[in-house]
């Protein structure tokens, strides 16, 4: 005996609401489990939000004091924790390399034209370089590498969802403001790939082979018009989304600031904290 339609189809635990309320359907495997659990966690790793308020704090305590010996201190701290991260070094120095760059030219203004004292080494007539400005100098380009180093290394894997979600559900900022900056942040990818795109299509022309001055303004110009009309697309698309819709929003992912955020935090804070210590131990912190 053949047995019915219904004891061949079988029973399907589905949730209110899903396309198995529909007769004759089911949900997908692991769908059921999907809308029944609330909203998604954000992905694992500390909340992006932890490392910004650690960084804003550790530059803060290494702003008090203009000497040499708090951003040693602080600089070596973080270089014998960055094995912890497990950045690739290649990734790490990519990524430093504007920091890299910054640094000696910040060095060599503040020694040319930092405040005189101390013994003169030599006098340009405009630049004065003497040994208060040489320490100073150091004492600046090590400040720069020890406030520029974990603000690089801290979000080289970072997703910018997970930070769009702690800003807006940590820190309170608006909606409209996280939203639009995430989806700037997600566009700035395709700069690389217009910008390839539209030299192939000059050459394709025959316009690329000379003028690279020139050619180059053009294909600034031609990238600044397309981001223009790409943002004003974007911008369209999320207001008839009623991303810009007032009233209570809701988050996917739900952003937690838990034992491994205070963690991370009191991390970068300690590490000001100790370099503040020691360089008043030392004699060399100037208020």
Do not use: K, N
Not at 44 to 69: H, I, K, N, T
Not at 153 to 161: E, H, I, K, S
Not at 213 to 231: E, Q, Y
């Amino acid at each position: 005996m053949r047995p019915t339609g219904g004891d061949q189809r079988g029973a399907a635990v589905t949730a209110p609401g899903t396309p198995a309320d529909v007769p004759g359907r089911t949900a997908p495997p692991g769908r059921t489990a999907q809308l029944t659990s609330g909203p998604a966690p954000s992905r694992r790793g500390v909340q992006p939000v932890a490392s910004l308020l650690g960084v804003m704090a550790l530059g803060v305590c290494l702003v008090l004091s203009l000497d040499v010996v708090s951003a040693a201190v602080a600089l070596g701290l973080e270089l014998l924790l960055l094995p912890l991260l497990r950045v690739p070094a290649r990734t790490l120095l990519l990524r430093t390399s504007p920091v890299l760059v910054a640094v000696p030219l910040t060095a060599l203004s503040i020694a040319l034209y930092g405040r005189p004292s101390g013994r003169e080494w030599f006098d340009l007539g405009f630049a004065h370089v003497t040994d208060g400005s040489l320490t100073l100098a150091l004492a600046t380009a090590l400040r720069v590498l020890a406030v520029g180093l974990p603000a690089v290394a801290l979000f080289v894997r970072v997703d910018p969802t997970d930070l769009a979600d702690g800003l807006a559900q940590l820190l309170r900022l608006p909606a409209r403001f996280v939203l639009g900056a995430l989806a700037a942040l997600r566009m700035v990818t395709l700069l690389g790939d217009d910008w390839r795109q539209l030299g192939m299509a000059r050459r394709a022309r025959g316009v690329a082979d000379t003028g690279r001055l020139r050619r180059g303004a053009s294909m600034a110009f031609a990238l600044l018009v397309l981001a223009l009309r790409r943002a004003t697309t974007l911008a369209v698309a999320m207001e008839s989304r009623g991303f810009g819709a007032p009233g209570r929003r809701t988050w996917a992912r739900t952003a937690r600031f838990a034992g491994p955020e205070w963690g991370m935090v009191a991390v970068l804070v300690g590490i000001g904290v100790v370099s503040i210590a020691v360089a008043v131990v030392a004699g060399t912190w100037r208020a």
